[in-house]
């Protein structure tokens, strides 16, 4: 193979890969079109042109489909392959791949059918190209873009609207720059009103990419000759004009073969007075060397630019797809699989909340630090063991008999209902962690970038992790109440041996009998149960954040999703595609990214081939 095939293969084969990944330039724009990175050769001309003919004259085939109105109503990219001389000719589409037609009538079906298939027989046009790729000693390699001829009205059965929408499909290839537009022009016609050079002037107005075809030179009238403007006189362009002559229609009613009329063309040209200075430069198998020469170069020198634009989208394309997550298996198992990684993913985000790393665990500190002491201070002791309340409780506890030596009962009493003070402060810790866990998961799930794209999931994660705290709540209230208790079920007995004993402290035994009565005898008991209480809250101040902790936080750090584990385990392939209902566009735009970076990375693979074969 040598260079120049391996060239225009090389698009050729891009170009297909573009087709059925759906770029075929326009329509999608949210993507850089690498089919609009491809240098193509697009032929344009009016309606009665010579289009057809040319096209057929260059593959030295007619297949084309002919009849009144508007024939060509979906681009055909028509991709010429040379063969070896002597073997058989074929075509294949790449709608209907392994199936190869010698029979170019049926080609000709084929076309006319795969257009109906797109456009329902409504004789409406559609951008979808039809690739058709030919095969034949006959050919050079060229691949050429046949769109529908411009027009100015529409024929019976098609809509008004087809003259606007072939011409906004026809100048969505010419626009391109990297198109090459073969213009078509009839010579027998005034070329300042032809339709494919009016459209190129406009595009390219340069005349850089565009080639000007001049058909029917011999229709025109006798004595006069289109010097002019194949000479580049008339319209000037940066490639010399061609001019062409194709079969006549009695040529095509009698079946003259399209090798015969490429031979009388030359001796057209060669025996002709006025262009046969020009004869090596006429006719349209000069035309097909041209353009393949042309095409080959713009490729090789587009060669680099398309590499860029490749390596370009690939690494785009990769770093969107993981921003959008990759796409998740269908069975129950990968789906289970991806479920336990998002939720991992949220469980690590929450631990480094507590653990540090993130903020909000210093909160859990807080808690213990302020909240608890404060609570602990604010306890209403002052009043609950004021003298008036101490000598109530203590004479309620004695009964008709007053105590001898110690009110035992009294200090019980007023002990006991003393430490009931501390379930409050005990309950609200508990409380205020809980809503400081609660804020946290609130928090990792937002954080949790993974779970971005399942707001199903979030919600199912945010709801099994708050019934645990729930559970965790309930688990740390019972502890801490029962700590309260624990510390009223049984006294520290030295606290009260180590108090001075009334007897000793008044020197007078006689005396502290009246004192007992007196005021301050129930200060002292006061003070004596202030004191103990205070001991007690001192503990409680310690223990109560260790019995949070480890009801809570450590039970939080350790299961928060232990239930929900379990549950989920359980659940059918179904129930799990539930959880994980994304957002449709999101899965539909993730689709167009695989398919772009599948299209993007076999396009790099061609083009790495063609440089090692070179
Ligand atoms: N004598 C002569 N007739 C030609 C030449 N080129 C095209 N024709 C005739 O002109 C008519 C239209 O040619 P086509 O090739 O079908 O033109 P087209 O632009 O494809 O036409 P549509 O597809 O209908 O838009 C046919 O009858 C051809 O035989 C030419 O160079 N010389």
Not at 192 to 201: E, G, P, Y
Not at 578 to 606: F, G, I, T, V
């Amino acid at each position: 193979m040598t260079t120049m095939e391996s060239l225009i293969g090389l698009v050729n084969r891009i170009q297909r890969a573009c087709t059925v990944l759906g770029d075929y330039g326009g329509g999608d724009t949210t993507f850089s079109s690498l089919w609009e990175a491809l240098p193509s050769v697009a032929v344009v001309g009016g309606q009665s042109s010579g289009k057809s003919s040319v096209l057929e004259s260059i593959v030295g085939r007619d297949f084309l489909p002919r009849g009144s109105g508007i024939v060509t109503r979906r681009p055909l990219v028509l991709q010429l392959h040379k063969t070896d001389d002597g073997s058989q000719e074929y075509a294949e589409f790449l709608h209907l791949p392994r199936r190869k037609f010698s029979d170019f009538s049926l080609v000709r079906k084929e076309i006319q059918d795969e257009t109906d298939r797109a456009t329902g027989r409504t004789k409406q046009i559609s951008p979808v190209p039809i690739h058709l790729s030919i095969y034949s000693p006959n050919v050079v390699n060229l691949t050429l873009i046949d769109l529908p001829g411009l027009t100015k009205v529409a024929v019976e059965g098609q809509p008004e609207s087809v003259v606007q929408d072939i011409e906004t499909m026809v100048r969505s290839y010419v626009d391109k720059p990297n198109c090459i537009i073969l213009a078509i022009s009839p010579a027998n016609q005034d070329i300042a009103t032809s339709d494919a050079i009016k459209l190129a002037r406009e595009v390219d107005p340069s005349g850089d990419r565009t080639f000007g075809v001049l058909t029917k030179l011999d229709l025109m009238d006798k004595g006069t000759n289109a010097l002019d403007v194949l000479e580049g006189r008339s319209y000037r362009l940066q490639h010399p004009w061609v001019g062409i002559v194709n079969r006549s229609q009695a040529d095509i009613n009698k079946n003259v073969d399209m090798i015969v009329a490429r031979r009388k063309e030359q001796e057209y040209f060669a025996t002709s007075p006025d262009y046969g200075h020009l004869a090596n430069k006429m006719g349209s198998e000069y035309l097909a060397q041209l353009l393949s020469k042309h095409l080959e170069s713009v490729i090789r020198a587009r060669i680099p630019s398309i590499t860029s634009l490749i390596n370009k989208s690939i690494d785009e394309l990769e770093s969107e797809l993981d921003h959008l997550g990759r796409p998740i298996g269908i069975d129950a198992g990968a789906q289970l699989y991806t479920i336990l990684e998002l939720c991992r993913a949220f469980d690590k985000i929450f631990k480094e909340h507590l653990d540090g790393g993130r903020p909000g665990g210093d909160r859990v500190y807080g808690v213990f630090d302020n909240q608890l002491p404060a609570a602990l201070r604010k306890l209403p002791f002052d009043r609950h063991l004021s003298v008036q309340n101490v000598r109530k409780v203590v004479s309620e506890a004695d009964g008709y008999q007053p105590h001898l030596i110690a009110p035992e009962q009294g200090y019980r009493r007023l002990i006991e209902s003393s430490l009931n003070y501390f379930r409050g402060p005990a309950e609200a810790s508990v409380d205020a962690v809980h809503f400081v866990l609660k804020e946290l998961v609130r928090k990792s799930i937002s954080e949790t970038q993974e779970l971005k794209h399942f707001p199903t999931l979030q919600g199912e994660i945010a709801g099994a992790a708050n019934e645990a705290l729930e559970r965790f709540r309930d688990e740390g209230k019972k502890t801490v109440i029962r700590l309260v208790d624990m510390e009223s079920s049984y006294l520290t007995v030295d606290f009260f041996r180590r108090l001075p004993q009334e007897v000793d402290k008044g020197g007078n035994p006689a005396a502290s009998a009246t004192d007992r009565y007196h005021e301050g005898h129930f200060r002292r008991i006061a003070s004596n149960v202030s004191s103990y209480v205070g001991m007690v809250a001192e503990t409680l101040r310690n223990t109560l954040p260790k019995a949070v902790v480890y009801c809570q936080v450590r039970e939080a750090k350790q299961s928060l999703l232990n239930h929900f584990y379990t549950q989920i385990g359980r659940r059918e392939g179904k129930q799990l595609g539930q959880l994980l209902d994304e957002d449709p566009a999101l899965m539909e735009r993730r689709l167009q990214c695989a398919k772009r970076l599948e299209l993007y990375k076999s396009a790099r693979d061609e083009i790495d081939s063609v440089s090692w074969t070179r």
